[in-house]
């Protein structure tokens, strides 16, 4: 006989010839020379084979010293230490030493996508329970739509969203729904009068409808796109290039009653659009240029020839009025007079004094 002492939260297995006799607990115990003793700490955990554990399972002794754990196939179950998260149980059996610790277990079912409630968020966040679920998150300004098996499932509003994984293939497809812009640049288009012209448009959208968008149109901006760049050609296409430059606030608007009712269609609502720039040849620009010259000299000889008009009225005018006062056309002499003494520093007179006679003539009635 040999001692074999057992200390607290320890328990000891006797073998004799690989079948379990008995289990030890704290305190002083005799075994036979012929049986061995394999001592356990409760407090970690028991590692064995299936096949260890069938023949573990038919001592009473030892079935009442732990927990047994069976999880099926499409089941986890969340082990609690002391009311704190310890790990996760996969498909399988688990003894765990009952020991001093309290225990608990959550089943969970994951065979179904979703997430039961009562399991707390923040430990989905953490290892290793992050491995089992498919996580997607859906921005403030976004919405998001979500297909299950390839089904469309519902719409998804801003915030995050868990799913257990397993054999369902879940997607979630996600749109901006912010004031978006487009560009159409480089559309080389002929006008009514036969002008080429390459005209850069703007357009400013916002996405009205998700399920329109994304369920029932395939990459619906480039449809957008397409649908915006016909009518532009359209309405250029209708008028000639005097019109168009006559004119150009009004393509924004035409576009957009034209287009309208096809952009619904996408789930989308046009807010703004614009023509950023209009492009002519070389050769049209260059006549372009001449004929506003042309009409610039046009205006400039125009205006020339009113103020000579107006000029010669006023003059002619002034000329009948002097010639029916004579005091006004001394007073006219006089002002005359004045303006050339201004720019005259010197006078020097030579001669008898009959020439300042003769000047004060001027201003004798």
Same mark, same amino acid.
């Given at each position: ?14 073998? !004799?010839?690989? #079948? ?7 305190? =002083?115990? /005799?075994? &036979?020379? @012929? %049986?061995?003793?394999? *001592? ?42 002391? !009311?704190?998260? #310890? ?7 688990? =003894?765990? /030493?009952? &020991?001093? @610790? %309290?225990?608990?277990? *959550? ?56 799913? /257990? ?201």
């Amino acid at each position: 006989m040999k001692r074999v002492t057992i200390n607290t939260n320890n328990v000891g297995l006797v073998f !004799k010839r690989g #079948k379990l006799e008995k289990v030890l607990t704290t305190g =002083a115990h /005799w075994i &036979g020379f @012929s %049986e061995n003793v394999t *001592v356990y700490d409760m407090g970690k955990e028991y590692h064995y084979t299936s096949a260890e554990l069938d023949i573990l399972l038919q001592h009473a002794d030892f079935v009442n010293l732990i927990h047994l754990v069976t999880v099926a196939d499409n089941e986890l179950v969340l082990t609690y230490q002391n !009311k704190n998260f #310890k790990g996760i149980m996969n498909a399988g059996r688990h =003894a765990i /030493w009952k &020991g001093l @610790s %309290e225990f608990n277990f *959550v089943r969970v079912n994951t065979s179904n996508v979703d997430i039961d409630e009562t399991i707390d968020r923040n430990l989905l966040e953490k290892m290793p329970l992050l491995n089992y679920i498919r996580a997607y998150r859906i921005e403030s300004f976004e919405r998001g739509l979500l297909f299950i098996d390839g089904k469309f499932n519902k719409v998804l509003e801003a915030g995050s969203y868990t799913y /257990w994984k397993n054999s369902t293939t879940i997607q979630v497809y996600k749109a901006d729904m912010r004031q978006l812009s487009m560009e159409i640049s480089g559309q080389e288009i002929l006008t009514k009068d036969k002008a080429q012209l390459r005209v850069n448009f703007n357009i400013q959208y916002k996405i009205e409808d998700i399920e329109k968008a994304l369920l029932d149109n395939k990459e619906f901006d480039k449809q957008l796109y397409v649908t915006m760049q016909l009518a532009l050609r359209e309405f250029i296409g209708l008028m000639t290039l005097d019109e168009l430059m006559e004119s150009k606030e009004k393509v924004a608007e035409t576009v957009m009653d034209l287009a309208a009712g096809k952009v619904a269609d996408l789930g989308v609502k046009l807010i703004n659009s614009g023509v950023k720039d209009i492009i002519l040849p070389g050769d049209v620009k260059e006549i372009m240029n001449q004929v506003l010259v042309a009409e610039k000299r046009a205006q400039a000889n125009i205006i020339t020839r009113r103020e000579e008009t107006a000029s010669t009225r006023s003059l002619l005018n002034t000329a009948k009025l002097m010639e029916e006062n004579t005091m006004l056309y001394k007073l006219k002499e006089m002002e005359y007079v004045e303006k050339i003494a201004e720019k005259i520093n010197n006078i020097s007179l030579s001669g008898s004094g009959q020439i300042v006679d003769q000047l004060k003539q001027i201003f004798v009635k």
